[in-house]
């Protein structure tokens, strides 16, 4: 297969490049990338398929380094392969899954399964997180090395926090030894206790149990001096507070391995996207105040936050028919990120050379994979997004078995239009 992308506005972050240019792919590899009008014909060769990329975005494949996949156990929420292709459509072309299934991902046959899995659905590349402790317990430390030989990128215990500061030191020290990436579910569980939202006035008035920001600040200053005192490398996950944003810039300006990452819902909306009970902008952690969502901006443009990552949560009927005290919390993410960080260029927050980097070479960086670029000889990984389509949000017509979005309704803006992955061509309505 020839493939040649003329005429789009293509942003490689990895090459600090946002501008006119052609994309030649051959065999499922990118053969060329010029200036527009630059790429000739090699004569003897078949004629390329034209994509004509006029008024596009060209991207590289966005990289989540937050997913919810569900399966092993959670089938009804999500599959793998459901998730995988709701990546696609929403322009990732890989996604790094949460261990938090059933059983747990704590050992090397539940990631071998996953790999399997993800092998036979065809579609984003999945790449497994492993879990920090046996059965995410927080007792004991999962076996780290076989786990990561089987092929975990990265280990967290996400959806619970680990609360003992001496297994993670442990864990911490031993993923140093083995240069892996250990992934902070920064949430203090005493201070946090029952809440179900944030706390503050709103949460009084509706009569339910807030969770203080403090409940995660205190654990991100916590695991940053335990990621001072042994080197080990530390991800904060779904930052949501302007304490937390401050912390964690503090810890960069001391040189310290500390990297963070933000969800589009925490500058998308605050606390107030609860009021009526709206389970499906229950979150954890949860929404928080527009100051709080100020200052995730203000991270996000200063560095602060390195990556946008979607905690993509899937759930089924449940979400939506439990009162909220007792619904699930998660946000079905995978296929709204990208217009949603798009608001951020609409806003003056960042350029969309800066974000599609959040969403590109700042996650495989800080996961040391070779993806999310435009380089010649790599498999063609791109996206195809048109910044100016608008649409509004139809729930049930999105491909994640996951319907809980508390965007559904809401008129959108940016949308992709064609996902490449190798010899695969993906189009979008």
């Not at 999962?142 to 990561?148: D, E, I």
């Not at 001496?166 to 990436?181: C, H, N, P, Q």
């Not at 916590?222 to 779904?238: M, V």
């Amino acid at each position: 297969m020839r493939l040649l992308i003329i005429n789009g506005h293509v942003i490689d972050p990895s090459r600090d490049f946002a501008g006119s240019a052609d994309i030649l792919i051959e065999d499922g590899r990118i053969k060329t990338f010029a200036k527009e009008g630059r790429i000739k014909e090699n004569q003897g060769k078949p004629e390329p398929r034209v994509i004509d990329a006029a008024g596009m975005w060209v991207v590289p494949g966005l990289i989540d380094m937050h997913t919810h996949l569900r399966e092993p156990g959670f089938e009804h929420k999500e599959t793998i392969k459901t998730g995988a292709l709701a990546a696609l459509k929403g322009g990732f072309t890989t996604v790094c899954a949460m261990p938090n299934t059933n059983p747990v991902n704590d050992n090397a046959g539940i990631t071998e399964f996953i790999l399997k899995m993800a092998q036979a659905a065809g579609g984003a590349r999945v790449l497994p997180i492993g879990a920090v402790t046996k059965g995410q317990r927080g007792e004991e430390l999962a076996p780290f090395y076989a786990m990561r030989e089987a092929g975990c990128i990265a280990f967290s215990d996400d959806g619970r926090p680990v609360a003992s500061p001496v297994i993670m030191r442990r864990a911490l020290e031993y993923a140093k030894g083995l240069d892996a990436l250990i992934i902070s579910h920064a949430e203090d569980p005493a201070l946090a206790g029952s809440g179900v939202m944030n706390e503050g006035l709103l949460s009084a008035t509706l009569g339910l149990k807030g969770q203080p920001s403090v409940a995660e600040e205190v654990m991100i200053y916590r695991d940053i001096a335990l990621a001072e005192l042994t080197g080990g490398r530390l991800h904060i996950a779904h930052v949501s507070t302007r304490g937390g944003v401050r912390v964690i810039r503090q810890a960069k300006e001391r040189g310290l391995k500390v990297t963070a990452e933000t969800c589009p819902h925490y500058f998308s909306l605050t606390e107030d996207a609860v009021a009526g009970y709206n389970v499906n902008a229950k979150v954890n952690p949860p929404l928080r105040t527009a100051a709080d969502v100020e200052a995730i901006k203000e991270g996000i443009r200063d560095g602060t936050i390195d990556v946008i990552a979607t905690d993509h949560a899937p759930h089924g009927r449940e979400k939506r028919t439990r009162q909220f005290d007792d619904a699930p919390s998660g946000i079905s993410g995978l296929e709204t990120a990208l217009s949603l960080g798009l608001a951020l260029v609409d806003e003056g927050v960042l350029t969309g050379l800066e974000l599609i980097r959040k969403l590109t070479v700042n996650p495989a960086g800080i996961l040391c994979i070779d993806k999310g670029a435009l380089i010649e000889g790599t498999e063609a990984e791109l996206v195809i997004f048109d910044p100016e389509k608008r649409y509004v949000l139809d729930a049930e017509k999105m491909i994640s078995l996951g319907k809980n979005t508390p965007f559904d309704g809401r008129q959108l803006k940016g949308r992709v239009i064609k996902t490449i992955c190798g010899q695969k061509v993906l189009e979008w309505d």
